[in-house]
T-cell receptor, first 114, second 114 residues
């Protein structure tokens, strides 16, 4: 069964350092999403891609976060510099069409900033 | 693995009983709703969905009810099993800028006792 892949699964870093997360969506899925999930809350959308283009990054803290999906397949989310408040689970999801229907989630990357 | 939903409301049920998890959504323009199950240390997993032109949909052991008048969703799980223990999120979808946005609710933790 096809799955969304994410790496690393866990990341511990010190504040002010740079971190990067990688996501490989299900093959053929045009839409890719990055979510942030703070412990005890539901996931919140950070950025949405349609193929290689960003279609929604209204909730992405652009002073320190960046995301790219250069070839419209896999994607990288970067934080530089990391802050204590960035500690959270970062989830990647994909869907086959323009955000219509089910989104398939990866296992997430748990980030701890010390 | 770490715990998802440390501060979420908890529903405790006995194994074999039926469970009902409730959710209020916010946007009257939302036209598609999904229930997700999230186990500790994992990404959300699709359970069942329903479109706004329906008020009930059944799956295997699960039923979703939609009341658009009061903007309320419920998830019913029949014959609850220990493997059903997880955090459950409802999510609403509405169109924005030509793309569908998925907004998660706060979540409920289901604890199944033998």
């Amino acid at each position: 069964e096809a799955e969304v892949a994410q790496s690393p699964r866990y990341k511990i870093t010190e504040k002010s350092q740079a971190v990067a997360f990688w996501c490989d969506p299900i093959s053929g899925h045009a839409t890719l999403y990055w979510y942030r999930q703070i412990l005890g809350q539901g996931p919140e959308l950070l950025v949405q891609f349609q193929d290689e283009s960003v279609v929604d990054d209204s909730q992405l803290p652009k002073d320190r976060f960046s995301a790219e999906r250069l070839k419209g397949v896999d994607s990288t989310l970067k934080i530089q510099p990391a802050e204590l408040g960035d500690s959270a689970m970062y989830l990647c999801a994909s869907s086959p069409r323009r955000g219509v229907g089910e989104q398939f989630f990866g296992p997430g990357t748990r980030l701890t900033v010390l | 693995g770490e715990s998802v939903g440390l501060h979420l409301p908890t529903l405790s049920v006995q194994e074999g009983d039926n469970s009902i998890i409730n959710c209020a959504y916010s946007n009257s323009a939302s036209d598609y709703f999904i229930w997700y199950k999230q186990e500790s240390g994992k990404g959300p997993q699709f359970i069942i969905d329903i479109r706004s032109n329906m008020d009930k949909r059944q799956g295997q052991r699960v039923t979703v009810l939609l009341n658009k008048t009061v903007k309320h969703l419920s998830l019913q799980i029949a014959a609850t099993q220990p493997g059903d223990s997880a955090v459950y999120f409802c999510a609403e979808t509405y169109s924005s800028g030509g793309y569908n946005k998925l907004i998660f609710g706060a979540g409920t933790r289901l604890a199944v006792h033998p």
